[in-house]
């Protein structure tokens, strides 16, 4: 596949290095998994477009930086959040980069592979099952969310875990479209 969105025709083709050094940071080291191509020519899936909008990448990444963490939300229910999302959205970059990551946090690959079938991850606290369920809730959340609903999840989960959860969902909705828009690319299915 041609790549769409290549480093050199970007508006800031050191974007890039901002983004490696911002997934350094994140990951507390370099990532576990490919984000850009082996010839260095482009970024990987969601990476990819981001260097065309240096200024909104720079917030992005501040952002992401900011709700990675532990403070904000706790790895693990951030990865089962996450995954919860996988579960519903074609998103096979974000399945394959996350794989490492989640097993980083203590999940183990049983549980990653029946928590993207969509079923809870057996072995899990009260706590980190409703994360998994709002990463599915929150991802098709259309409407406010009910009484039922809101009750469920404040049984479980305090009130800041919880708006670190939704800020992790709404984060992983946007790097969704950016995947999207860098095409199909088959490496990741």
Not at 18 to 26: K, Q, S
Not at 54 to 67: D, Q, S, V, Y
Not at 142 to 163: C, G, H, M, S, Y
């Amino acid at each position: 596949m041609t790549p769409r969105f290549p480093i050199d025709e970007a508006a800031d083709p050191a974007a890039g290095k901002f983004i490696e050094e911002a997934l350094n940071v994140m990951h507390n080291g370099p990532p576990p998994f490919k984000w850009k191509e082996d010839d260095g020519r482009s970024l990987i899936a969601c990476y990819a477009p981001l260097c065309y909008t240096p200024e909104i990448t720079k917030l992005f990444f501040e952002l992401a930086k900011i709700a990675y963490r532990p403070d904000n939300v706790k790895p693990r229910n951030r990865e089962l959040a996450i995954m919860g999302l996988c579960s519903i959205l074609n998103v096979p970059y974000v399945v394959y980069s996350h794989r490492g990551v989640a097993e980083h946090a203590g999940l183990t690959k049983e549980q990653y592979d029946e928590g993207l079938k969509g079923k809870v991850p057996q072995g899990l606290t009260e706590e980190e099952e409703m994360a998994y369920r709002l990463g599915r809730i929150l991802t098709v959340q259309t409407r406010p969310l009910d009484d039922q609903t809101w009750q469920e999840i404040t049984a479980k989960v305090n009130k800041t875990e919880f708006v670190g959860i939704l800020h992790v969902i709404a984060g992983y909705r946007w790097i969704a479209l950016l995947e999207h828009a860098n095409g199909e690319d088959q490496r990741w299915k």
